[in-house]
């Protein structure tokens, strides 16, 4: 079975705090994606990754960065953490080509107090 | 960047009758289109794809779409609506290696099914 996994379900953070989502999938996928996802608002992209040590804005970057060390896991790091970046987070990856399938995780839904 | 636009935030219908979900997309390319759906609580499920071979694409669950260049659609349509097709559906562009495989999702269209 596929999987991409996210480190967490449910979280929760102070405001100011340094909080770290981790994302790690098993299908040696090229691509990989952070989403945040708020009713009315779909999935905005935060930033994706097509290589390792490769990233790309995406709608949303402000106040988020991602680190990509190794192809399998792919890191979205809040620098302060504020009450506005309360939301679900999504993982997802995709391998290379034409029309890939994506596969995300479970979500992460963050809660900053 | 692409982009899709998702026409109606909300549709509601009786069951049994046709379902409608509209989906507009703009793209330097030619881009690979997919529908996803979500029900509550639940994660995120491929619909369909296009990907440039048949413009009129078959997923899952009775959904179909069409694909037209000349008006940068990708409707979702059902002949018949189910009370279980009552979720999120989202439209997706990706324009693949022309964009370094962005993937950008519209804002999503709430199916309501009425009884």
């Known amino acids: 079975d596929v999987k991409v996994t996210q480190s967490s379900r449910y979280l929760v953070k102070r405001t100011g705090e340094k909080v770290f989502l981790e994302c790690v999938q098993d299908m040696d996928h090229e691509n990989m994606f952070w989403y945040r996802q708020d009713p009315g608002l779909g999935l905005r992209l935060i930033y994706f990754?097509?290589?390792?040590?490769?990233?790309e804005k995406g709608d949303i970057p402000e106040g988020y960065s991602v680190s990509r060390e190794k192809k399998e896991r792919f890191s979205l790091i809040l620098e302060s953490a504020s009450t506005n970046q309360t939301s679900m987070y999504l993982c997802a990856s995709t391998y290379t080509g034409v029309g890939t399938e994506a596969f995300f995780g479970q979500g992460t839904r963050l809660t900053v107090v | 960047a692409q982009s899709v636009t998702q026409l109606d935030s909300h549709v509601s219908v009786s069951e049994g009758t046709p379902v409608l979900l509209r989906c507009n997309y703009s793209?330097?390319?030619?881009?690979?289109l997919f529908w996803y759906v979500q029900h509550p609580n639940k994660g995120l499920q491929l619909l369909l794809k296009y990907t440039s071979a048949a413009t009129l694409v078959k997923g899952i669950n009775g959904f179909e779409a069409e694909f037209k260049k000349s008006e940068t659609s990708f409707h979702l349509t059902k002949p018949s609506a189910h009370m279980s097709d009552a979720a999120e559906y989202f439209c997706?562009?990706?324009?693949?290696?022309?964009?370094?495989?962005?993937?950008?999702f519209g804002a999503g269209t709430r199916l309501t099914v009425k009884p």
């Open positions: 997706v562009v990706s324009e693949g290696v022309y964009n370094n495989n962005d993937m950008r």
């Open positions: 793209s330097s390319y030619s881009p690979s």
């Open positions: 990754s097509y290589d390792v040590k490769m990233k």
